[in-house]
């Protein structure tokens, strides 16, 4: 039986005219499954009772599984969800002030290839379909009280899989109330669709993974920058209408002793002048696959404290969830297709 969540609402609504009932009636069923986010087609009241018995004899709603749960003492949540074709994927519940924070995978895997990062070491297995990146927020809604924010942090490269990501974007803003100024995508620049992205949803927060100052080592670090070099990036930037260049963030990792430098933090500031972006460093979260290291906090208030003092929005991102492996650049998961689950 095929799962409901994956009909557009126009299949949605050809399937439920074909059987002889209204439009309309599309509409009520989409507003059952992701406004109210109902599990069961006997609860769907507004809907015909012949209605609700035909759509239970022929699909199921399903969310992806939780295969795992781990907490963190800060309260967040790393689940590893599994998905219909036996892959799995993981998305991070952080608890914050005032609100929580849902990171969402978009892909299986990655093709980036940073050098620095966990689900890079994968490969890309797939791209997640947009009902599963949608599912994901369904099932970490589950016991959620409160406003949420979303973030595409998770694994995968969100405008690499755009497509899906634009879909469920839509379905989140249409039926489940995510204005996409609560929705931060990041990405490594990959900039004609970065372009695409913003014209399809004009207030949808970005952020861009930057982290080095110079194609040089840029380039040795992230291989995207060989297509999408820096000084293409800070173009763009620039070319943002000014209310999105104040919204649009960018991302700098801080490694001990490549990237973390005094004389970095004079190079990004000199580099970033005129983009009126905020910056948001993040010291690298270690993990088994790499030998680099996070620099002592010290360091990284210096950095910060040096862009700073040349006028920028700096906010340093300790990261929740870190001894869960939750942490930003950790996720990764082999589960299904014949491997066995293992640490990440
Ligand atoms: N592909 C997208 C989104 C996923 S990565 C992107 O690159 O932006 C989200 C952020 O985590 C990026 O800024 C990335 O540079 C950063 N990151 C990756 N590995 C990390 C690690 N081990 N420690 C800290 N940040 C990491």
Redesign the pocket.
Known sequence: MRNILSLTKEEAEEIITSWGYPRYQASNLFKWLYTKRSRDFSSMTDLPKSLRERLSGEFRIEYPRVLQVSEAKDGTKKYLLSLEDGEAVESVWIPERGHTTFCLS?QVG?R?G?R?????TMGLRRNLYWWEIVGQVLRLLEGTEGRVNI??????????NWENVSRAIGILKDWMGFSPRRIT?????LLPILRRALEEFPNLRV???L?FPDDERRTKF?PVNKKYPVGEIIKTLKELPISRRERATV???LFKGLNDSLRDAEALALLLKGTKVKI?L??????QA?P?K?PPDEMVEEFASALRRKGYSVFVRY?KGNEIKA????LRTSWGKGSQPQGN
Do not use: K
């Not at 620095?116 to 890079?120: E, I, R, S």
């Not at 942490?327 to 950790?330: F, L, P, T």
């Open positions: 978009t990655c980036m940073c620095f990062c966990a689900t890079a973030v595409l942090m998770g694994m995968g490269e969100p405008l690499d995508l990041s990405t490594v620049g952020a861009v993974s982290n992230m991302e700098y990792v948001n993040i010291p690298y979260n270690e993990n790499f680099w996070r990261s942490a930003c650049g950790q």
